[in-house]
């Protein structure tokens, strides 16, 4: 049973145009998501976090917003660039130092 | 964030053989590391629970027999793939959560496996 899921397994956004990619989890126990961005053959890199307690965080073009009420999260990236292909996960975390339970990726391709 | 190396990058060995990769946590004392494998097209999944001192927590599936976890400083863990056949050819992932940002984890760049 996946905890955590990512339905598109892929998404193609045009150079400059808003990227939307999504995430569902099924445990209401999970406080802490997670956004990492990865290329083949590479390890994942940390894009951007948001605590259950809040509903929307901001880094730069990265937005998280998080609906606890439905157990949805969103990775918004505006404006998307080429560079931004790749991999995208989703993962949560229960709180303290737990293991992440990560989605199964949507591969994002910004065509410019 | 933590700088996280992994050795090798990557390995290819005849079947029945042993392999050792190395994750290193380059300027963080982690007393945990995790071990993830992501096969292709999939997502990454938690192995082990790699704790400083003291044994692995392994996940449900994973044989402790077969996938050695030695954590033996606080910047060094080694995943161990004893008497590898084909089907453990993966990219293995080590991880450091350095806990300063709540459970943000850092990754290593992976090491591809391949079991001939």
């Known amino acids: 049973d996946q905890q955590v899921k990512q339905n598109s397994p892929s998404l193609s956004v045009q150079e400059g145009r808003i990227s939307i990619l999504n995430c569902d989890y099924t445990?209401?126990?999970?406080?802490?998501f997670l956004w990492y961005k990865k290329y083949p053959a590479e390890g994942p890199t940390f894009l951007i976090s948001?605590?259950?307690?809040?509903d929307k965080n901001e880094d730069g073009r990265f937005t998280v917003f998080l609906n606890k009420s439905a157990k949805h999260l969103s990775l918004h990236i505006v404006p998307s660039q080429p560079g931004d292909s790749a991999v995208y996960f989703c993962?949560?975390?229960?709180?303290?130092?737990?293991?992440?339970?990560f989605g199964k990726g949507t591969r994002l391709s910004v065509i410019a | 964030g933590a700088v996280v190396s992994q050795h090798p990058s990557r390995v290819i060995c005849k079947s029945g053989t042993s392999v050792k990769i190395e994750c290193r946590s380059l300027?963080?004392?982690?007393?945990?590391m995790f071990w993830y494998r992501q096969f292709p097209k999939k997502s990454l999944m938690l192995m082990a629970t790699?704790?400083?001192?003291?044994?692995?927590?392994?996940e449900q599936g994973v044989e402790k027999d077969k996938f050695l976890i030695n954590h033996a400083s606080l910047t060094l863990s080694t995943l161990t793939v004893t008497s590898a056949h084909p089907e453990d050819s993966s990219f293995y992932i080590c991880?450091?959560?350095?806990?300063?940002?709540?459970?943000?984890?850092?990754f290593g760049p992976g090491t591809r496996l391949t079991v001939l």
């Open positions: 991880s450091v959560a350095p806990g300063a940002r709540g459970n943000e984890q850092f």
């Open positions: 445990n209401s126990m999970f406080d802490y």
């Open positions: 948001i605590s259950s307690i809040k």
């Open positions: 993962a949560a975390s229960l709180s303290g130092n737990t293991p992440l339970v």
């Open positions: 300027d963080f004392q982690a007393t945990t």
């Open positions: 790699s704790n400083e001192g003291s044994k692995a927590t392994y």
